[in-house]
């Protein structure tokens, strides 16, 4: 066991790569919670082992190679996290019978962006840092691949590790790391497009479209969503399976079945990188309780999809109160 002298080192060299580590365990294993318990596994492992850390490669380096091993082990008792969209087509119908929920699926989660460290909207250069390898659309299609192809693309294309550092964290071989990178790059492609930074707007931009989002929302106006949505917008709502693509779908499925005044408030914050709501439900007495987190994907000046987590159990994880009264 390390002594006290080691053990203030250890926190001294190791705390400050938290951050990092835990959108690494986030990006591969689709869940913030089970990133928080396994960057929580890899500093008590670091700590026990600190004594026989011999300085061969960097404490970041030692430390993302723990981390990493211990997210191959987590999966292997467990199956890859979808969204609806991996599952199954779209409805461009806005009457169709909604399938009930899935509680049994493991469904893919967001995350709020002050836990890696991206909790000031207005600094550029904190932006940027923030969405690099945190897109929604991104950690929904690494589901899509094996996991050690999850991990050798992460640590070659989002962290640029070189790929003998990365033979190095897997234990393998520089030959092995390449092959699976190739592998891990064609079954991205195969997903379909990932990343639409390019197209997004200003901050400017986001922001008004936000405010705007959630006025329309709050306020019943299925008119006023109309003119923030793309033609194409798409709607997804885990855990239910049912998903709808078109504007005329989407929107006629939230004024049948969601909107009604003063049904819902509204919270924004951000999460992956993107726009971003905590909503909350009426429940009578002025009381309105947690429902779950709602996730804007914006191209260019409009909405391109909305996907709202139901789950009220992630709600804390923004850091928000389980209920509020007006």
């Known amino acids: 066991m390390p002594s006290d002298v080691e053990n203030v080192d250890f926190a001294a060299l190791a705390e400050s790569f938290r951050t990092e580590l835990l959108a690494h ?7 913030i919670h089970d990133a928080e318990d396994l960057v929580q596994e890899t500093y008590l492992r670091a700590w ?17 190679k723990i ?9 292997e008792t467990r199956s890859r996290r979808p969204l609806p969209s991996g599952l199954g087509a779209p409805s461009d119908d806005h ?28 600094d550029p250069a904190t932006i940027v840092a923030g969405r690099t390898g945190v897109r929604l659309a991104f950690i929904a299609a690494l589901q899509f691949l094996p996991a050690r192809q999850r991990a ?37 492609a ?27 929302f709050t306020r019943a106006d299925p008119d006023a969503l109309v003119n923030l949505l793309r033609a194409d917008v798409e ?20 004024a049948s079945r ?40 914006l191209i260019g000046a409009r909405i391109a999809r909305i996907t709202a987590f139901n789950d009220r159990s992630l709600v804390p994880t923004f850091g928000l109160a389980p209920a509020l009264a007006t």
């Open 190 to 216: 195969e997903a379909g497009p990932v990343e639409d930074d390019l197209a997004e707007p200003d901050e400017d931009t986001r922001r008004t479209l936000l405010d705007d989002y959630v006025d329309a």
């Open 152 to 188: 050798v693309l992460t640590l070659r294309d989002v962290l640029a590790f070189r790929t003998v550092e990365v033979a190095e964290i897997l234990d393998t071989t520089t030959a092995a790391v390449d092959s699976a990178l190739r592998r891990a790059r064609a079954n991205l």
């Open 48 to 64: 026990r082992g600190f004594d026989r850390f011999e300085g061969r490669s960097s404490v970041r380096r030692w430390l993302y």
């Open 235 to 254: 709607l997804e709502m885990p855990p239910i399976p049912t998903w709808f693509t078109g504007r005329p779908a989407v929107v006629g499925f939230l």
């Open 25 to 31: 365990c986030y990006r591969i294993l689709g869940s």
């Open 95 to 122: 009457r169709v019978t909604v399938a009930p929920r899935e509680p049994s699926v493991a469904w893919l989660q967001p995350a709020p962006d002050a836990l890696f460290g991206t909790g000031d909207p207005g």
């Open 258 to 297: 969601v909107l009604r005044k003063d049904r819902w408030r509204l919270v924004p914050t951000r999460a992956n990188g993107q726009p971003a709501v905590v909503a909350y439900g009426h429940v009578g007495d002025g009381r309105y309780e947690a429902h779950g987190i709602e996730v804007l994907t």
């Open 67 to 75: 981390a990493t091993m211990a997210c191959l082990t987590a999966l």
